[in-house]
């Protein structure tokens, strides 16, 4: 183990743990904000506004994140007319596709889920608010809502990992990132063990970062889930 290689090359290493918070922080965030209208249509029993997300979830949540920013990267430009619209001034750059392809697939997950959690709503809640003259739009802000958030978080949980792991395949698209910094450490010394191992450390640190961050999470909203003593 070269600990003078992985000192040297830490500002390198730095810069791309930086953009890989980025990257997760940002896809997250703005996943999170789309899947909720989405959950809420997804669980409609009218088919017209439910089979349309259910084809966008299927279709993320059916294919690899890979061949999705592959799709975006490469593929949009291949359309004469994307590349005379004004959506090439972004789709030619490679950290707006990598973004999108993670907003894409974290929302899709994310919609699944919080479906999932809306729909275990026990029904008596539902009967309350209906009882109390709620309307339907108070009553997913007051009732539904945050039930489901309290029910999504071990999920959601996962989810935030698992795209903070997804986000290694920027790399591959000029970006610098963990991965991709490691790719360049490793082909301009000849260090794989350095190079990914260092990779590996700062990954690990920021998966322990995420998980205390949703146990404490639960602790908080799982309170009355929990034994008296």
Known sequence: ??????????PDFLSGLWLTILFTVSSLAIGLALSVPLAI????????????????TYFFRGTPLFIQLLLIYYGSG???????????SVLQHAWFCALLAFVLNTTAYTTEILRGAIEATPHGEIEAAKASGMSRFLMFRRIILPSAFRRALP?????????????????LVTLMELTGVAQVIQSRFYSPFEAFGTAAVFYMGLTFTIVAAFHALERRYHRHLRPRS
């Open 78 to 88: 291949q359309f004469e007319w994307v590349k005379a619209s004004w959506a090439w």
């Open 1 to 10: 183990m070269d600990f003078g290689l992985i000192l040297q090359t830490l």
């Open 155 to 171: 999920a959601y949980g996962n989810e935030c990992v698992f795209m903070m792991h997804g986000t290694s395949v920027a790399g």
């Open 41 to 56: 249509a997804r669980s409609s029993p009218n088919p017209l506004i439910n089979w349309p997300v259910f084809a966008y």
